[in-house]
């Protein structure tokens, strides 16, 4: 657990932590989303209250098996289309942002079924929307997708398509202590919270 350490730099090597379930790096100073490969067994990745100001379309294929995703009271100002490759997310906490929208593709979530915006500067999304939940942001989402015409003649209109063309903490601990943290292959969850990291290095 690495919970309120204030670490600049993750002392861990979490490359090989392949049975890792469990990302907590809340509360630091992260600026980016950690460049992990974790394996496919990571389920949770906890990066509320850091510096985050865009997501790296690249890390996105490493997190497919993620249920939960949070991203609150980062510094977001969008999401990239690509978001829409994780499909297994469920949860995803995108409050407390910069985000003035959102990404049509992002309707194409299939198993997204908590979608937390509240505290953003959306002007794309009317509250009336957002009010009625995440169900219908995402239809609403979907209803915004414009598909190419050079798309059309290679694989044709899917059905969910056709109607879519149109349209900082109180302690510190030593950071020393927390450098020597290590995580076995084993390791099935890693807290990484209120560390001030900037970044979680391979």
Same mark, same amino acid.
Do not use: W
């Given at each position: ?76 100002? +969008? ?20 985000? $003035? ?14 979608? $937390? ?6 002007? $794309? ?51 020393? +202590? ?25």
């Amino acid at each position: 657990m690495l919970y309120k350490k204030c670490l600049l730099v993750s002392p861990l090597y979490v490359e090989g932590a392949y049975n890792l379930v469990v990302l907590d790096g809340r509360q630091n100073r992260l600026s980016h989303i950690p460049k992990l490969k974790p394996g496919k067994c990571l389920k949770e990745l906890l990066l509320g209250e850091n510096c985050i100001c865009e997501l790296d379309c690249e890390m996105m294929a490493c997190y497919t098996s993620l249920i939960l995703l949070d991203l609150r009271s980062n510094a977001l100002k +969008e999401v990239p289309e690509d978001i829409s490759s994780l499909t297994s997310v469920e949860r995803l906490d995108l409050s407390n942002n910069h985000l $003035t929208g959102l990404p049509p593709k992002m309707g194409l979530m299939p198993n997204l079924k908590n979608l $937390t915006l509240e505290g953003n500067p959306l002007k $794309t999304l009317r509250i009336a929307i957002i009010k009625k939940g995440t169900f219908e942001i995402l239809k609403y989402l979907r209803s915004r997708i414009v598909v190419e015409p050079e798309e059309i003649s290679q694989s044709g209109p899917t059905p969910s398509h056709a109607s879519s063309t149109k349209q900082q903490t109180d302690s510190v601990p030593d950071v020393a +202590e927390c450098r020597n943290t290590e995580v076995g292959p084993e390791s099935k969850t890693v807290k990484l919270s209120k560390c001030n990291l900037t970044e979680v290095p391979q």
